[in-house]
Structures are given as C-alpha cells and as structure tokens.
C-alpha cells in the first residue's frame, strides 16, 4: 500500500482494459467523496444565501442556488481531471476514456460489446422516471427547480432569457454527464473493489446517496441509485450507461426550460 495516496497498488484480476487502475483504500475514497459532497453542501446551504442577498428581485433566490450548484458541479469535473492527471500522468482521449470507464457496455457472459447491450437503457430510464414518483420528503419550495419551472414567476424570469437558460443547462450537464456520474461511476466505481470486494458497487451506491446532503429531501429515493447507476455500470464495465440513465432528467428539463424561454 502507498500510504501517502491511499491506493493500493493491486492490479484487479478482471481488469480488461490497458490502462492500470489503482485500487483505493476507504479512507481515500472518503476524502474524495468528502471533496465532491461538502462543496454541494456548502453551494446550497451557505452560497445560495448569501448570494441571494446580493442578488434583486423576487427571482433572487433561485438565481443565486442555480449560480451555485452550477460552480460546485464544474468542480467536480475539475476534480476527476486533476485525479486522472496525477494518476495516469496524462490527460489524452484514449487514456481518459479507459481510466474513467468511457466505454461501450461489455457483456460479461458473451464479451459482446455494445450493441444490443445500449438498449438497457430503454427499461433503466423508465424506471429512472418512476423514480422520481416516489414520495419524498417535504422539498422547501424555494429549492424545487421543478415547481419553480412550473410557476408564473419561473416562466416569466425564463421567457426570452437565453442567458440563464445557458447557465441552467451547464448545470444540467456538468451534474449528469461532467460531474455526478464522472466522479462516482466514472471514477471512484472501478478503484473501490480494492476496498470493498464483490460489493463495491452497494458501497458506491451508499457513497452516491450520502452525497446528496445538498438535497436531503431526495435521499430516500437516492437509495434507488444502487440498481438503476451502480450494479449496471459495475456489470457492464461501462459509466456510459448511468450518464445516459442519469441524463434522462436533464433532457426533460433542458426541453422544459427551451419552451419557457422561447414562448
């Protein structure tokens, strides 16, 4: 073990890619976990308000948590990058796409790669979607995009406003593709068997919905993630599948958000 990075210096037995992928003691995988979930938390709970303050108009609020959220999910791509960089030495395609697990769906009874294997996602983002009709707890309505989207005041604030609409979608797409599903299925999933054995992807579940402290209303259904994020990405060798699982919601609300701004 090298205990100055917290990685174990294993090669895992079902590596299938050329790139070596260290394994990861606990307590390196908290500290990034920790690196990933404080910024979310200090975003929604502490900048939020305290940019609200500065911010004018009854749109205050909303601005000042999209402006925040958006900051903390561009530092988790940060994050991942900074990772791979020191870990691999370089920043190239080809290495990138190996390290972070960039690559088609890979069968692990046939081999097959690819193919028939992307229609999982047809059935995973179904049950994304019913997902999310499971009650949660009691959202503050000050914090739920959803029905700020929904009322007059979020369509008139969005209504022609190109600006923020772009902000809204860089927050979208750094959460579901550059950022959420980069760092846990990404990266942390292929560097937690070392720790956590035959289980890791559980573990890489819990870590996922611990993270959510910035929304802890949404945590119950979090706990969905292990089965619709987690074990698929760890069977199929692939995070491609939860980006596109994940990035379900980020259509929705990308196509919500264009018919605001151009009606």
Known sequence: ???????????????ASAVWIPQYTKSRIT???????????????????VLAGVFEGPT???????????????WQFVLVMGLVRREQGTLRWSMVTQALWLQQPHSPK???????????????????????????LPTPESRDLGLFLSSDLGQSFL????GWYAVMIAMFVFNTILGEELLFRGFLLPRMNGAFGRWDWAANGLYFTAYHVHVP?????????LALLCYPAKRYRTALLGIAVHSVQTVFFAVIGLTLVLG
């Not at 500290?31 to 308000?49: Q, S």
């Not at 097959?112 to 979607?129: E, N, S």
């Not at 209303?217 to 993630?225: Q, T």
Request: proline fraction near 8%.
């Open 217 to 225: 209303w949404a945590l119950p259904g979090r706990l969905l993630s």
């Open 1 to 15: 073990m090298n205990t100055h990075t917290g990685q174990l210096r294993t090669r895992p037995a079902a590596a």
């Open 110 to 136: 046939t081999g097959r790669r690819g193919g028939r294997l992307w229609l999982l996602v047809l059935p995973l983002a179904v049950l994304a979607w019913a997902r999310e009709m499971i009650p949660r």
């Open 159 to 162: 209504s022609g406003n190109w």
């Open 60 to 74: 205050a609020f909303p601005r000042a948590l999209i402006l925040s959220l958006t900051v903390a999910v561009v």
């Open 31 to 49: 500290t990034i976990w920790a690196a990933a979930a404080i910024p979310m938390a200090v975003a929604a709970w502490i900048a939020t308000p």
